[in-house]
T-cell receptor, first 111, second 115 residues
Framework: QKEVEQNSGPLSVPEGAIASLNCTYSDRGSQSFFWYRQYSGKSPELIMFIYSNGDKEDGRFTAQLNKASQYVSLLIRDSQPSDSATYLCAVNGDTGNQFYFGTGTSLTVIP | EAGVAQSPRYKIIEKRQSVAFWCNPISGHATLYWYQQILGQGPKLLIQFQNNGVVDDSQLPKDRFSAERLKGVDSTLKIQPAKLEDSAVYLC?????????????FGPGTRLTVT
């Protein structure tokens, strides 16, 4: 079983600040890493994925991957109240199309 | 492009009753997943299909849960008999390879309450 660890939070940041969400994983064979956003009462929504070491930017979101440290993070710049949600980290398995999820980090952006 | 469809959205049953959930994946997605998500936890994979075949059902409680995917498209997940601890959201997802990785998309889920 692949282990994916996230700090459950809650994480609170003021509006306009940078929110930093972290995730570690146990399987060095994992190739791709995913961030999902889940609003209360809704299903997870894919917001970003990354598979190369370094940074990947998409609008206000930046995913960072360090395979040597088995660490992936998500930065949200200029945080908005609408970013308040639970953020799930997922990694893929050996076949590429199996996904293992962390328990999620709850983020609250305070206006 | 239509997303993953699920029904029903909500279901309340008594323990020991049976229940079935339906899922229609995104068109062209060969891989279909059923997850169980208990409040405050991440999704837990119950079963994964590749076309008609089962890829992984290692965490499916086979004494009470069953799933099928006929013709490699729609899928149903059944619980019989239900227990109180089955109260959860049941998520269906499908995936497709995109470049160097697979992308997985979720349906709206079915919230099951067992009383």
């Amino acid at each position: 079983q692949k282990e994916v660890e996230q700090n459950s939070g809650p994480l609170s940041v003021p509006e306009g600040a940078i929110a930093s969400l972290n995730c570690t994983y146990s399987d060095r064979g994992s190739q791709s890493f995913f961030w999902y956003r889940q609003y209360s009462g809704k299903s997870p929504e894919l917001i970003m994925f990354i598979y190369s070491n370094g940074d990947k930017e998409d609008g206000r979101f930046t995913a960072q991957l360090n395979k040597a440290s088995q660490y992936v993070s998500l930065l949200i710049r200029d945080s908005q109240p609408s970013d308040s949600a639970t953020y799930l980290c997922a990694v893929n398995g050996d076949t590429g199309n199996q996904f293992y999820f962390g328990t999620g980090t709850s983020l609250t952006v305070i206006p | 492009e239509a997303g993953v469809a699920q029904s029903p959205r909500y279901k309340i049953i008594e323990k020991r009753q049976s229940v079935a959930f339906w899922c229609n994946p995104i068109s062209g997605h060969a891989t279909l997943y059923w997850y169980q998500q208990i409040l405050g936890q991440g999704p837990k994979l119950l079963i994964q299909f590749q076309n008609n075949g089962v890829v992984d059902d290692s965490q499916l409680p086979k004494d009470r849960f069953s799933a099928e995917r006929l013709k490699g498209v729609d899928s149903t997940l059944k619980i019989q008999p239900a227990k109180l601890e089955d109260s959860a959201v049941y998520l269906c997802a499908s995936s497709l390879v995109h470049g160097a990785t697979y992308e997985q998309y979720f349906g709206p889920g079915t919230r099951l309450t067992v009383t």
